[in-house]
């Protein structure tokens, strides 16, 4: 399964605890110091993913920056993408193209939804929820848009119904266990998205803590998500990013 637009009954998501474990069994919250290359972190992905939907490993939050590059989802339109400046890879999740760099926080869900409600629409409303909490922490108000996935600021310094996008989510489901996630703009350079028409919209733009006027820290951020994660999903613990899959997976892929 992959996500696309969703229509969702938000109330009924935000009222339930559905999304949180009834064991409260942790999280592994995993944080990559180093540019991780793309190929490496979907390999790395498939194979957790593949080992908690089979009960042999907990489930995980991955933060991690990518080098500059484009992805396309499942819905990517060849026109939308404007240039070959950085390489483009088929990513596998719902959506159209997007961009990955430096400064922007990328967290790979891989949550186990048997026990977490199997409901992907109020999946994707945590991880918007999610998004909100953090940036609201930050003193930036965003919010949802009906049939646009993802989190958006309004701009009425560019114009009245000017707003741009801070966050994208794009998910996999595989045996009811998600990859792929979010991906945060912390303070990339938003001129690399001029290669791509961002998730196929033309008519509103894209943004970041630094373009909002909100100087912080990769780590700030983190800290920040990983509370208001455990607001909405349940308790994490810190792991190592060894975990995800095993040297030799890693040697072939780097």
Known sequence: MVMEALTLDGDACETSNKLIRADARPVEWIISADPVPYPFALEAMRTRAAAIAAGEAPEA??????????????????????SDRFPVYDAGRGGQYTYHGPGQRVAYVMLDLTQRGRDIRCLVRGLEGWV??????????????????????????????????????????????????????????????????????????????????????????????????????????SASEEGLVSSGAHSQVA
């Open 61 to 82: 939050i991955w933060l991690l920056e990518h080098p500059p590059l484009y992805t396309a989802g499942t819905s990517a339109l060849p026109q939308d993408l404007l």
């Open 132 to 237: 909100i909490d953090t940036l609201a922490a930050h003193n930036i108000s965003g919010a949802r848009r009906d049939g646009r996935i993802g989190v958006w600021v309004k701009r009425p310094d560019k114009g009245p119904l000017k707003e741009d996008k801070i966050a994208a989510i794009g998910v996999r489901v595989s045996k009811w266990v998600t990859f792929h996630g979010i991906s945060l703009n912390v303070m990339p350079d938003l001129g690399h998205y001029d290669g791509i028409v961002p998730c196929g919209i033309t008519d509103q733009g894209v943004t970041s803590f630094e373009d909002l006027g909100q100087l912080v820290s990769m780590p700030e951020v983190d800290s920040v998500l990983r509370r208001a994660f455990e607001g909405r999903f349940g308790p994490t613990v």
